[in-house]
Nanobody, 123 residues
Framework: QVQLVESGGGLVQAGGSLRLSCAAS????????MGWFRQAPGLEREFVAA????????YASDSVKGRFTISRDNAKNTVYLQMNSLKPEDTGVYYC????????????????WGQGTQVTVSS
């Protein structure tokens, strides 16, 4: 069992930055692929980025590539999402999730989810 708690969301102007954190409790954190997803009102939850348990593999969606960076600190059981050059279309609730599978990017492959943190980017 893994419990996830996100933090770091807020209101920021376009072009600004935010860093999201996701603290995990439970055993074997380093064995899980960790992912970030987001959901805007009226839209489906979409993949943002994923990082393997060892952090050797990382992948980001085309919409955030070059602006967002996913990282993790296994000693602290925490995964991060550094978001730079934010755009209004990045607005949504951001969720972190854990999967026992390697580098998956679809929601149905993630077993554990946080409660989400709101990110709002004003124009």
């Amino acid at each position: 069992q893994v419990q996830l708690v996100e933090s770091g969301g807020g209101l920021v102007q376009a072009g600004g930055s935010l860093r999201l954190s996701c603290a995990a409790s439970g055993r074997a954190f380093s064995s899980y692929t960790m992912g970030w997803f987001r959901q805007a009102p009226g839209l489906e939850r979409e993949f943002v980025a994923a990082i393997s348990g060892s952090a050797r593999s990382r992948y980001a969606s085309d919409s955030v590539k070059g602006r967002f960076t996913i990282s993790r600190d296994n000693a602290k059981n925490t995964v991060y999402l550094q978001m730079n050059s934010l755009k209004p279309e990045d607005t949504g609730v951001y969720y972190c999730a854990a999967s026992p599978l390697f580098m998956v990017i679809t929601t149905d492959n993630y077993n554990y989810w946080g409660q989400g943190t709101q990110v709002t980017v004003s124009s």
